[in-house]
Nanobody, 125 residues
Framework: QVQLVESGGGLVQAGGSLRLSCAAS????????MGWFRQAPGKEREFVAG????????YYADSVKGRFTISRDNAKNTVYLQMNSAKPEDTAVYYC??????????????????WGQGTQVTVSS
């Protein structure tokens, strides 16, 4: 079993910045592809960002390109989401997810094997 714990959520004003963290258990973190998803009330969970095993390749939803940055520190078993220029429409519960097989297919919920409990991000106007 892989356990994922998100942190860093909270309230930020529009235009501000926030950094989310996701700490993973396990000795094989470096072989997992990782992703961030978000879910707003009444909406489906949607892809935000993904990152390859080594961190060498990253992928973003069009809605966050140029504003958000995903990164990872394999020595710390942690993946990050740096959120800049936050907008009210970014308000959601943010979840990290692990693809333990490192498939490189980042965009779909069904590609991930383990999920964290989520952290709330609220962007005020």
């Amino acid at each position: 079993q892989v356990q994922l714990v998100e942190s860093g959520g909270g309230l930020v004003q529009a235009g501000g910045s926030l950094r989310l963290s996701c700490a993973a258990s396990g000795r094989t973190f470096s072989i997992y592809a990782m992703g961030w998803f978000r879910q707003a009330p009444g909406k489906e969970r949607e892809f935000v960002a993904g990152i390859s095993r080594s961190g060498g390749s990253t992928y973003y939803a069009d809605s966050v390109k140029g504003r958000f940055t995903i990164s990872r520190d394999n020595a710390k078993n942690t993946v990050y989401l740096q959120m800049n220029s936050a907008k009210p429409e970014d308000t959601a519960v943010y979840y990290c997810a692990a693809d333990i097989y490192g498939s490189g297919r980042y965009y779909g919920v069904q590609q991930y094997d383990y999920w964290g409990q989520g952290t709330q991000v609220t962007v005020s106007s």
